[in-house]
């Protein structure tokens, strides 16, 4: 439509151009042909005044009668043409419009059938794309799953291998663990101070023990009460700095016979002591254990000097282990 109103509208302006030219031109040539005639009825009136003064008027009249009749005959022709002209362009351009609007329907359906089919071309390659990618969705799920359950089992297998590695860690943990308890506990479970066994006597085999000291020294007493025991009843294992005591006591005056063991044993942390035999007592049913505190002394030993044997070393006699001896030196 817009190319449609340019188009009326530069052939309106042309047509009015064209008409304009030739109304100038009309009126152009009408000014040369006046002028002329002018010229030569001037000089046809000179002549004629010359001449015929009496055929001047006829003579003028004709020519004006003529030239008017002229003029007329000029002015339908002019508008004649004009109205052709007129109706010329505008047949040619309704001819044109309506070619224009042909091929403009024409180009608008191939137009639209073209895109028409290149959208079903396009919509069948999305498909196929569609369906090909979905196929390589699917694969890449698939082998993604397949390598996620190798992942998964490997992965498995190997807390599997370390829960098995970390079970018997454990077990062997637990086993040296449980062995290092029991060696501490048959080293050190019994051990006892004189600050944790304050007690009293009073009942059977009842045990009280205290420090004494005697000048610059300090014993370690234990009493132990134990009516009705005899002398031979009495057994005392020495141990690490402590003792072992077994009492058997039979049965008398109403009292049951029964067997009693305890072990002393003392903290290194709190000194060595020593059992002493000879001051071990048993009196009014009271038996009275005596250890005898004994200090540590660290020393230095070195061999003495008549056996120093150094210049026998340089014959490279030297008597070694049996797995070595077939070894260099």
């Known amino acids: 439509k817009a190319t449609v109103a340019r188009i009326s509208e530069e052939k309106d302006q042309e047509k009015a151009v064209n008409i304009e030219r030739m109304r100038s031109d009309h009126k152009t040539e009408l000014t040369r042909m006046i002028t002329k005639k002018d010229d030569e009825r001037k000089a046809t009136v000179a002549r004629i005044i010359q001449e015929k003064d009496q055929e001047k008027a006829a003579a003028i009249e004709r020519l004006c009668s003529d030239h008017e009749t002229e003029l007329a005959e000029k002015d339908c022709e002019c508008k004649a043409t004009v109205a052709r002209i007129s109706e010329e362009k505008d047949q040619e351009k309704a001819v044109n419009i309506e070619r224009m609007r ?3 329907k024409t180009e608008l359906t191939r137009m639209t059938t073209k895109k028409e089919d290149e959208r079903k071309a396009t919509v069948a390659r999305m498909k196929e794309k569609d369906q090909d990618k979905a196929a390589a969705i699917e694969r890449l799920r698939s082998d993604h799953e397949t390598e996620l359950t190798e992942m998964i089992m490997e992965e498995r297998h190997k807390c599997e291998a370390i829960a098995a590695r970390a079970i018997e860690q454990k077990d062997s943990l637990e086993s ?8 501490f506990q048959s080293e050190m479970g019994d051990m006892i101070t004189v600050e944790g066994t304050a007690g009293k006597l009073g009942y059977d085999f009842a045990a009280f ?3 004494e000291k005697r ?5 370690r007493i234990v009493r132990i009460q134990c009516p009705g025991v005899k002398h031979c009843g009495i057994k005392v294992d020495v141990i690490f700095n402590g003792c072992l005591v077994t009492i058997e006591r039979e049965e008398f005056c109403g009292m049951e016979a029964t067997s009693w063991i305890r072990k002393f044993q003392f903290k290194p942390s709190q000194g060595l002591f020593e059992f002493s035999d000879d001051q071990m ?3 009014f049913g009271i038996l009275k254990l005596v250890f005898l505190r004994t200090l540590f002394v660290n020393r230095t030993v070195f061999f003495p000097g008549h056996q120093s044997r150094d ?3 340089l014959d490279r006699n030297w008597v ?6 077939g070894s260099d030196p």
């Open 311 to 313: 210049f026998t070393d």
């Open 320 to 325: 070694l282990p049996s797995e070595s001896s």
């Open 209 to 211: 023990m205290y420090d």
């Open 215 to 219: 000048g610059h020294r300090t014993n």
């Open 176 to 183: 040296e663990l449980r062995m290092l308890k029991h060696e």
């Open 102 to 104: 042909s091929d403009h």
């Open 281 to 283: 007592e048993l009196d």
